[in-house]
């Protein structure tokens, strides 16, 4: 898969996220702490968006795929077909109720620490999965208290995706990026960012009771 370095420089983009599944810390080793395998994070391909969605959960043949609210879905995803919605009712979240199976990827709901590494991967306009490394900013609140920053580049189209710790723990959603141009406004504006660009992402540990119970309420029904 392409690992994709360079930032795209789109002024202030909101970048197609999700997130889904039940939000707890993972009991066994995740199989994508060694980084040589590829986490399957899928793609949301509509007709005017691009985006992507992380499987987390699966009750029997339903899969649950957590990715970004704001996103237009299409009825199929990652080849999957999508049979329900649910979308948070504050975040910026929904899970994608869709039949099928897939491998998951473990969550945990602890919080990176500042300068810890991590790993953005989604996929980009031009339909390839991007994996690009950085690490964990402080928090310190600039873009409201929902949101995290890392240094990990990521490009238009990757929202949805995933933000994995160095145990290969899926720890958060990618929301957005804010670029050198929204940047140059603030600054003028006389805001100054604490870095030049930032990537920013939603941590898994603000929904896990959200997602725990829809996975488990649809789950029964």
Request: proline share 7%; charged share 15%.
């Amino acid at each position: 898969m392409t690992r994709v370095i360079a930032i795209l420089m789109i002024g202030a983009l909101f970048l197609g996220i999700g997130i889904g599944g039940c939000t707890t810390t993972a009991a066994i080793p995740s199989p994508y702490a060694n980084h040589t395998i590829v986490p399957p994070v899928l793609h949301v391909d509509s007709e005017d968006q691009t985006g992507s969605a992380v499987p987390i959960a699966q009750n029997g043949d339903i899969l649950w795929l957590l990715t970004v609210r704001h996103l237009l879905f299409p009825q199929t995803v990652g080849g999957f077909q999508v049979l329900d919605v649910e979308r948070h009712p504050t975040l910026d979240l929904a899970l994608l109720k869709v039949k099928g199976t897939s491998p998951l990827i473990p969550m945990t709901d602890r919080i990176p620490r500042a300068g810890e590494r991590l790993r953005a991967i989604g996929w980009n306009i031009d339909k390839c999965l991007a994996m690009t490394d950085g690490r964990a900013r402080a928090h310190d609140g600039f873009l409201g208290p929902e949101f995290s920053c890392m240094t990990c580049p990521i490009l238009f189209g990757a929202s949805g995706g995933a933000v994995l710790n160095d145990d290969g723990e899926l720890v958060g959603i990618i929301k957005g990026l804010l670029s050198w141009k929204f940047h140059h406004e603030l600054s003028t504006a006389g805001t100054t960012l604490p870095v030049p660009w930032l990537s920013y992402y939603l941590p898994i540990g603000q929904a896990r009771d959200w997602i725990a119970h829809v996975t488990k309420e649809e789950g029964e029904g």
